[in-house]
Every structure is written in C-alpha cells, then in structure tokens.
C-alpha cells in the first residue's frame, strides 16, 4: 500500500479474518489507522485485535464504516448481513469472491449474469464500489509485499 494521503487516512475493515486481518496489518505498516469490525460487538474481538492486529482498533461495524476508506472481507455469503446504509457515499473496496465450495451454491451469484461485484454494488446503493485485494492470497499479502520501487514488486489490480 502507498504512504497515505491526506484524502484516506482511516482504514475501516469489515471482517477480522484471514483477508481482514492480513490487509490490517499491512495498511498498519504503511502508516494507515485501522479500525476493524466483525458482526460481533467491538468488545468481543478486542482481545484478538490487540493479538493479531496490534495497533488496529477493534470498532463496531458503524465505526468502521465510517473510516475514509472501507474494505468489506466478509464471505460473500453473507454479504447481506452488511448495512449498506453505513457505507452511503464511501468508496468502498470489495475485497470478496464468490466461491461455491465455501459460500455454498448461493442463488443470487448462480442465477445472475451480473459479476458478483456489480451485484454488490446494487446492494449497497450509495456507495463506490472498487474491486481489488480479491486476486491474491491472504498469506501472500504479507510474504510478497515489498517497498515501493523494488524491481519485481508484485502489482494488485483494481477496477
Ligand atoms: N482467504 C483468502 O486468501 C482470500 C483471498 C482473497 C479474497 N478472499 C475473499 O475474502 C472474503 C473473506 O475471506 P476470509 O478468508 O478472510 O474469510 P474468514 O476468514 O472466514 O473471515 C470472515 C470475517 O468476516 C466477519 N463477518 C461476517 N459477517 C460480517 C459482517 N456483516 N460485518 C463484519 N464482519 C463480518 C467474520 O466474523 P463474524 O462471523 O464473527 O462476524 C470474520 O471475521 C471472502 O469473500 C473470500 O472469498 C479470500
């Protein structure tokens, strides 16, 4: 991640998993303020925050939405679950994939012909969805993350 601007200072993160938390502590090293949610109240991850994430703050999901940057790393699954009244007028990046074998079949990504992002940003009307952090393995954030200008260094892709 690039040193932040005065435009994205906040990271807000909705979901403290594999991607979640590996997407924290990299924002984290790259000088960005973290705030970090799941669908449990802040106080009961706080203590996996502090172990995980140390220096992130474990918030509740409206705190976190109101971060200048969002990154939903929920399973796809649930995105339901989310409030897209909390993210109105955010840019918000859609760090999910839709993947039978762990989201289960779900109808609304089998039965469309919409992309699972187009169909996310649907839902959450008001919002500026990017997609990005989706194509790379949460393990892989860490280990191939380089300093700016390192020949080779990997590139993630957005749109
Ligand atoms: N694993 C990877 O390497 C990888 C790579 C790229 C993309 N992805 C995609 O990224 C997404 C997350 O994957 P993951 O492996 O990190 O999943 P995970 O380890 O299962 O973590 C999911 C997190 O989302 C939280 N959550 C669920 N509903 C929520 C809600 N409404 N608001 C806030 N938090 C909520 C869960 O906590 P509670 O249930 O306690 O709320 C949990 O902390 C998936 O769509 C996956 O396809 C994964």
């Known amino acids: 991640m690039s ?12 979901g403290a998993g594999r ?6 502590r990299h924002a984290l090293k790259a000088g960005y303020k973290v705030k970090i949610a799941t669908s449990k109240p802040a106080a009961e991850i706080a203590l996996l925050v502090d172990i995980i994430t ?8 409206v ?19 989310l409030n897209p009244g909390l993210l109105v007028g955010k840019i918000v990046i859609d760090a999910m994939n839709y993947w039978a074998p762990t989201d289960g079949e779900v109808n609304d990504f089998e039965n ?31 280990e191939d993350g380089q ?9 993630l892709g957005d749109c």
């Not at 040193?3 to 909705?14: E, F, M, S």
């Not at 140390?54 to 999901?61: I, L």
């Open 112 to 142: 469309d012909p919409r992309t699972s992002s187009e169909v996310i940003q649907a839902f959450l009307t008001g919002s500026r969805l990017v997609k990005s952090l989706n194509h790379i393995g949460y393990h892989e954030l860490e």
């Open 54 to 61: 140390p220096g992130a703050t474990a918030v509740d999901a």
């Open 147 to 155: 300093e700016p200008g390192t020949p080779g260094r990997r590139a």
């Open 3 to 14: 040193t932040p601007t005065r435009d994205a200072r906040t990271i807000g993160i909705l």
């Open 63 to 81: 705190d976190a939405a109101a971060a200048d940057l969002v990154v939903i790393a929920v399973p796809l699954h649930k995105y339901r679950t």
């Open 19 to 24: 991607v979640g938390t590996a997407v924290a």
